[in-house]
Every structure is written in C-alpha cells, then in structure tokens.
C-alpha cells in the first residue's frame, strides 16, 4: 500500500488506485508505487482481472513538470528506463487490465491508459500526448503504444499537434473501447472486469501474451507464439474442466491450474 497508489480488491477483481490530490500527476514516487501495485496483483491468485482508476475528477494529467524541469539530460537518461520500467510492469500484469478513464488522461496519463487491455471513457473525458508543447516527446510508451492502437498516422498527428482528444473522437479511433456516462466509468469497468472472475485464468493469461508477443513480431514467427501457448494449455487442468463441461452441457469450474 503506498502513499498515493493502492490495491483495493473484491469479488476476484482489483482496482490499482491512484490517488494524488489534485490531478494524480505521476512523479518518481507514484510511477513506482504503480509498478508495485501492478506485480502484488499479477502474483496474486485470488485476483482476476484489474482496474486501472484514478477517481471520479481525473485519471491522470501527466508526469510531474516540476520535477522534471529541472533535470538534466544525464539525469533523465537515468530516470527515463525506471519510468518506462513502472509502466511496462502495468503492460505486462497477466490478467485483463481495463483502464477506468474520467477527465484528463494526458501525457503520462494517457500513457498508463495505453497500457490497459481496454479502455472505458467517461463522456467528458479528454486524451492526448501533449509533451510536444514541452518541447520533449512521450517518453513511457507513447511513441510505441499508441500507434500501435491506432496506427502511425493519427498517433503522428496526437504527438505531433499536441492536442487534447475528446472521448467521442477517441472512440472513433480506437484509443478508447468504449464510452459511456462519467458517472458510469467505474462501474462499467467493475463490471466488464466481473467477467473474468472465476475464468480460466492459464488461457487468459496464454491469450494476452500470444497477442501482445505477435504484435512485436512477424506474422509467422507470431503464429509460432500463439502455437506454443495453445499447445501449453492442454497441460493444464482448466483445458480438462473446460472440455469436459462442453461435453457434459455443463458450467466449467476452473481451477486456475
């Protein structure tokens, strides 16, 4: 439990919270507090599926200017991989990660959005990479992440202009999944993640390395990827239960081994 990042966890589903007064700019501390969040929730069996949720006002502005400002290229050479660190830990929680965006979701905030496997927006919700306007680029995924969400040209015009996304726009080009209602966020969240709990958690966890690992790849090496992880499977118990059940017309219990 850290001082501005905590897991809050029920039902089989935990909420990576932040919590930094006013806008949960993310300084050194809570980038590490959320990589810490990010490995209890991954190790931990009970838990299913994430939330990512900032609270009802904002998700997160972005890194902390002032603390950068001052910092010197040799300075963030250093802080730049511990950065990068914290929010790949977010990326690569084995589980489905779905991102509960209110507000601003910008620079480093619409960072750690990019991290989550879907992202649900409030409708006054806005998105963007404005470090240009900084004179800097994205420097925890932005460059990587999002065009690979939405392709290179319209992530060259968010990086390149700056510009703050409206959640209707970001649905249309697939930075967001879905939008509803700001006072719906977290619940909607709460309730896609509440699909996953009691899944067959091997397979979901095959399923969102073969896709993560195939996008970085080319298509045959990624076929081999996705060969290997569904093969695996079927030394597990949950491909027995599950098979088993679909034979019997009845509801798998799966065990999560």
Not at 62 to 70: F, L, P, R, T, V
Not at 84 to 99: L, S
Not at 109 to 135: F, H, M, N, W, Y
Not at 233 to 239: C, G, P, R, V, Y
Request: proline fraction near 4%; charge should be negative; hydrophobic fraction near 45%.
């Amino acid at each position: 439990m850290g001082e501005f990042v905590r897991v809050e966890t029920a039902e089989g589903i935990a909420t990576i919270r932040l919590d930094r007064p006013k806008m949960n700019a993310l300084n050194r501390q809570v980038q590490e507090e959320i990589a810490a969040c990010a490995r209890q929730v991954d190790a931990d069996p009970g838990v299913h599926a994430v939330v990512l949720y900032g609270g009802e006002r904002v998700f997160a502005a972005g890194a902390d200017i002032k603390e950068m400002a001052d910092m010197s290229y040799a300075d963030m050479s250093a802080h730049s991989a511990v950065l990068q660190d914290c929010f790949t830990a977010v990326a690569e929680i084995g589980k489905p990660v779905i991102a509960a965006v209110t507000g601003y979701a910008l620079g480093g905030g619409c960072e750690l959005a990019l991290c989550a496997d879907i992202r649900i927006a409030g409708e006054s919700a806005k998105l963007g990479q404005p470090e240009i306007l900084l004179g800097i680029i994205p420097g925890a995924g932005g460059t990587q992440r999002l065009p690979r969400l939405v392709g290179p040209a319209r992530a060259k015009d968010l990086i390149f202009t700056g510009r703050h996304v409206p959640a209707a726009e970001a649905l249309q080009i697939g930075l967001v999944d879905r939008v509803v209602p700001d006072a719906d966020v977290y619940t909607e969240a709460l309730a896609y993640a509440a699909t996953f709990a009691g899944g067959p958690a091997l397979a979901l966890r095959a399923a969102k390395q073969a896709v993560d690992r195939g996008l970085e790849v080319d298509l045959n090496s990624g076929l081999e990827v996705e060969r290997l992880q569904f093969s695996a499977l079927f030394a597990t118990e949950d491909a027995k239960i599950g098979m088993r059940a679909f034979a019997e017309k009845s509801q798998a219990k799966f065990t999560g081994r």
